[in-house]
């Protein structure tokens, strides 16, 4: 039974094709700022082809083409790489609504309490955004330990981490709302809509399922609260795996499959092939999803640039249009490139 929706989410879309212009742009080495999504199978396929993943600006040399991953990067690392040279910033936006939100309560006075992962690369690069009005929060026992705050009568306002579990936050919002009555939260949930809907296509499935198989990899976010949501949800089996050759042989009934926002859908397809379910594949479908984030305004002007050029060279007709350089974007699946990418 496969979960719908699962796989790549618009975000994860955007910096894929993303960092394939930017391999087709520059000569090797394409630098990028920590993994560029949390996939090892994703990571793997770029660096084949010259990608180096650093975790470190500094590492960069100077003039180095440099792509700033979907996760968010602190403010001085953001600085300190347009310092240095060509700069692409793959952000997720719903990840800069984030960073736009702490950085305004803070400018008003709030303290902000931030649900999220410690040393997990967005939570680090938004937290970095107001260190000083910043608390991390990630268990009742953090929220417990706010005393002063509620007793000093600051302005308190509460942001997330997008890729948490449903359930994880809204436990933690609840406490939080308990122990500061006037606590500020956005009109609209900082969680990603990707990552929520995913969560709720595996909750219904796993209801019905003898075992559950996540695709992704463990330092995936929002795949661990996938792996959480199933078994929070009863199943009586839940696995984790990179991919189809982690399953195990001995798993019968119904099984719900689903994948990490992060993981390809060929790696789905490959655990289908695995598994070779002799009652057939059922889709179990909670919603459509057909959000498009665009590239980042950096590549379409490095694009645009490179089109010109190429008119200037009479380069042939089909070559990159000056006016409009991505604009076969939307219709283009991150799958589709990598598996371009694989022939290259």
Same mark, same amino acid.
């Given at each position: ?36 999504? *949390? ?11 010259? =990608? ?34 060509? $700069? ?9 609504? $984030?960073? *736009? ?18 040393? *997990? ?34 302005? $308190? ?46 909750? *219904? ?32 089996? =839940? ?6 050759? +982690? ?7 119904? $099984? ?16 289908? +092939? ?16 057909? +959000? ?13 640039? &490179? ?24 219709? &283009? ?12």
């Amino acid at each position: 039974m496969l979960a719908e929706p699962r796989g790549f989410c618009a975000g994860v879309e955007k910096a894929i094709k993303a960092l394939a212009w930017m391999v087709r742009i520059f000569e090797p080495p394409v630098y990028c700022y920590h993994e560029i999504v *949390h996939n090892r199978y994703v990571v793997e396929q770029f660096r084949a082809q010259g =990608v180096i993943f650093v975790d470190d600006v500094a590492e960069v040399p100077e003039g180095a083409p440099l792509m700033l991953s979907a996760h968010g990067s602190a403010p001085e690392v953001v600085a300190a790489a347009r310092a240095r040279g060509v $700069v692409v910033d793959a952000v997720c936006p719903l990840v800069t609504k $984030v960073h *736009h939100e702490l950085k305004v309560r803070s400018e008003k006075g709030y303290t902000v309490l931030y649900v999220g992962h410690a040393g *997990h690369e967005e939570a680090v690069g938004t937290m970095a955004v107001a260190p000083a009005a910043v608390r991390l929060i990630e268990t009742d026992a953090d929220v417990d330990a706010l005393d002063s705050l509620a007793a000093a009568g600051t302005p $308190v306002a509460l942001l997330a981490q997008t890729t948490l579990s449903h359930d994880e936050w809204r436990h933690l919002m609840e406490r939080a709302k308990a122990r500061f009555p006037e606590l500020w939260m956005p009109n609209r949930s900082d969680l990603c809509f990707a990552t929520t809907n995913r969560q709720a296509a595996l909750k *219904h499935a796993a209801r019905s399922a003898d075992a559950v198989v996540v695709i992704g990899s463990s330092n995936s976010s929002n795949t661990v609260a996938l792996a959480a949501v199933a078994s929070a949800s009863g199943c009586p089996r =839940v696995l984790r795996i990179n991919e189809a050759a +982690e399953l195990p042989d001995d798993l019968s009934g119904t $099984v719900a499959v689903t994948a990490g926002a992060s993981a390809p859908e060929s790696l789905v397809a490959e655990v289908i +092939e695995r598994l070779a379910p002799k009652a057939g594949v059922v889709v179990d479908s909670v919603t459509t999803e057909d +959000e498009y984030f665009p590239p980042p305004p950096e590549l379409r002007e490095l694009l645009r640039g &490179l089109a010109v050029t190429l008119e200037v060279l009479n380069a042939p007709a089909d070559a990159l249009d000056a006016a409009d350089p991505v604009a076969g974007d939307r219709s &283009l699946s991150a799958a589709t490139v990598l598996s371009e990418l694989a022939t290259r």
